[in-house]
């Protein structure tokens, strides 16, 4: 069964499953990008009128839509291509694969403790509103991130980054000045 939660973003629906979606971490899928994409769940669900941008979790599934479609017409569609996912799937959307190492020198402690601050307090906050972030950089004072799935483009996530995740890492970590959101 999927369940349906809004978002603060309201172009952004969130699709919860008892099946695992992703067994290899959070992941974005633009439509951009929809050439690139080779699994055929998403290639299909990107191929959706409406639909901008995914985001899958372990849990769940977010969408982030287009103004031009209604979320009446979108969200049955959605449901639908997911329950026939899993009545034909035993296995997740997403299997598993190896992460490549990170291009971040573990000898700098400041990222490990960012990323710690991240991991732990921060991206489970995210992940309810059916969001992602992830750590870019970290350079003279400024970490650089970027917000995946619901938080793209919401009307909030500019209050978030900085209300939020910027007064966390730097009542954390000291040699945080401020937080930046790129695309």
Known sequence: MIQIEVTPNPDSLKFISENIISASGTEE??????NEVANIFIKELL?????????????FLSVKKTKEVSWDVLKPMIISHLNDYFAKNKEPILNKKEKSPKNIS????????????LDTKIRPAVARDGGDIKFLSFENGVVKVQLQGSCSGCPSSLMTLKQGVQNLLKHYIKEVNSVEAEK
């Open 29 to 34: 899928f633009q439509k951009g990008q929809k």
């Open 47 to 59: 191929n959706f009128k409406g639909v901008e941008l995914i985001l899958l979790s372990e849990k």
């Open 106 to 117: 573990k000898s700098d402690e400041t990222v490990d403790k960012i990323i710690e601050v």
